[in-house]
């Protein structure tokens, strides 16, 4: 089979990459849409259900055959018409609580997109899925989610050895807010999903660092996701209206521009689509971040989500929005450190004023880590996003014990697992000191119910009420942030001595699970004050 996918490709860039005007042809089982590219386009969508399956793109076929590319799994059935409208061809695909949209625009290797939902999808998430032949388009950036040649699975049907390193599709995963563009490629072709930030994300869940599934070349083919919305350690409910406007772009090389022109969808008659005259911005000033953190302005409402980095003083514009009513929060990196209201009117900017982190300062006496809303430092931090925590590649896991003023960041674990590395043991050392002290846990993400619960010396704290649920396996595929719960714990006085003292952390909860799949939660930072 490889050898006769190769064959019809070297045929295939042997044939005159000629093609017939732009425009649509309709046969009894499909439209087929020729973009009269310099690099020819020509794909088809089946009537039956607005499937897509066939992809040309100069003369060879990018489509697996069967299954093909469609939102979520296929919709089964559908009504599919085909429209002209000046230099543009629009398929418009009708199912129940959904309509999906393709748009070629006369010249371009791109097929355009939008989803517009008036229901929720019944399984749960919804997703655009490229399906396209790996013998052309076998590579992509993180080699983490290339599932092909697995020999064993790790964990349920998602998560795979592949020489001897765990792979899954969960590890191709990057924040909504810098994926505008991720792409699967091969030697002579290239295929990209762009997401126009941040409108084209206004509709889905999650938030600025929300992260989901971009790829995944399980051998019969390789997938090219967008995931508007899923389960994937999701914080907030799903939205309904409409999901872009996307689009998949070929070309030979390089990638396309994140910030795509998609403003002519406002002269196709898409549902949903709100053009930038009929919305509003929010300008203003974030103070109190510290240098070396990044500043991001988030708003939201039930509608819609935006978000945008400030400048280096702190000024920002947000994008163009819909007209509301809308929190708008400040973050240090990903930690949350304010909140405001501001209301958005159709073409105008709301001047917000100054919006300050009310984090403030304390008396610290340590901190390990530091407070950020990630694990930024601790041991198998990085290598979480791309890896299961069983990877020969992680580091010991522990338990771990870290001293004050003499270990490295790297020394304390970025999660506590109550099967695996209970409990986490802090030593630190002071000459003269009294008083009543707040030890302080940041967590970023809690999996099973679990939450901390501390001894100081000989004094233990009670368990604190278990955080909320989130319905999805987090440290196991590439997941650090979920609610980012905050412990405090007042240290009775002279519970804490002069000379060597000695704290420890376990992870606690009502649930059970083996190995990493047992109730954990990933830490942010851990810092003792004065009270």
């Known amino acids: 089979m490889l050898l006769l996918k190769l064959v019809f490709a070297f045929l295939g860039f042997l044939t005159p990459l000629a093609h017939a005007a732009f425009g649509y042809t309709s046969d009894s089982t499909h439209f087929t849409v020729d973009a009269n590219s310099a690099n020819p386009l020509i794909f088809k969508v089946a009537k039956a259900n607005g499937d897509i399956t066939s992809i040309l793109y100069r003369g060879v076929q990018l489509q697996q055959q069967s299954p093909y590319s469609h939102i979520n799994s296929g919709l089964g059935t559908a009504t599919v018409s085909a429209s002209t409208i000046g230099s543009y061809v629009k398929i418009t695909v009708v199912a129940s609580g959904l309509t999906q ?140 209206g409409l999901h872009g406007p996307y689009a998949l772009v070929f070309s030979r090389s390089g990638e396309p521009s994140g910030s795509l022109d998609t403003s002519f969808f406002s002269t196709l008659g898409i549902s949903g689509y709100v053009p930038t005259a009929s919305r509003g911005y929010v300008s203003g000033t974030a103070t109190g971040i510290p240098s070396g953190f990044q500043t991001v302005l988030h708003w939201y409402n039930s509608a819609a989500q935006y978000w945008t980095y400030a400048s280096s003083s702190g000024t920002f514009t947000s994008p163009p929005m819909k007209p509301g009513t809308y929190t708008m929060v400040l973050y240090k990196d990903e930690l949350k450190v304010a909140t405001k209201s501001v209301t958005v009117s159709a073409g105008s900017t709301t001047a917000s004023g100054t919006i300050a982190s009310t984090e403030g300062t304390r008396s610290t006496v340590w901190r390990i880590g530091e407070f950020n809303g990630r694990p930024t430092g601790f041991r198998n931090a990085d290598n979480q996003l791309r890896m299961h925590p069983t990877d020969s590649r992680m580091a010991s896991w522990g338990p771990l014990t870290y001293t004050v003023g003499s270990s490295g960041t790297d020394a304390f674990p970025m999660a506590q697992v109550v099967a695996v590395n209970n409990p986490t043991t802090i030593k630190f050392s002071t000459t003269s000191i009294s008083g009543t002290f707040i030890l302080r846990i940041g967590t970023t993400l809690a999996f099973a119910g679990a939450r901390p619960s501390i001894t100081v010396n000989g004094w233990s704290s009670s368990t604190p009420a278990a955080p909320t649920k989130i319905d999805s396996r987090g440290l196991t595929r590439g997941a650090y942030r979920g609610y980012g719960e905050s412990y405090d714990y007042t240290i009775p006085s002279g519970t804490i001595v002069s000379g060597t003292n000695t704290i420890t952390i376990n992870a606690v909860s009502g649930s059970s699970g083996d190995m990493f799949l047992s109730p954990n939660f990933i830490y942010d930072a851990v810092e003792l004050f004065k009270s």
Not at 164 to 191: L, M, N, P, W
């Open 101 to 240: 949209y393709y748009v070629v625009r006369d010249g371009d290797s791109t097929i355009f997109m939008a989803t517009y939902v008036t229901a929720h999808p019944s399984v749960g998430e919804l997703r655009f899925i490229a399906r396209l032949e790996s013998t052309y388009l076998p590579s992509a950036e993180y080699l983490g989610a290339d599932t092909s040649s697995s020999t064993s699975t790790v964990e349920g049907s998602d998560v795979f050895i592949v020489n001897g390193q765990t792979r899954s599709k969960f590890y191709s995963s990057e924040r909504f807010i810098d994926d505008e563009v991720h792409c699967i490629y091969g030697t002579d072709a290239k295929a990209c999903m762009v997401i126009p930030d941040p409108t084209a994300y206004e509709t889905s869940a999650g938030g600025p660092f929300m992260r989901d599934i971009n790829y995944n070349n399980g051998g019969d083919y390789h997938a090219l996701y967008w995931y508007m919305n899923s389960g994937h350690v999701r914080t907030e409910d799903a939205r309904l």
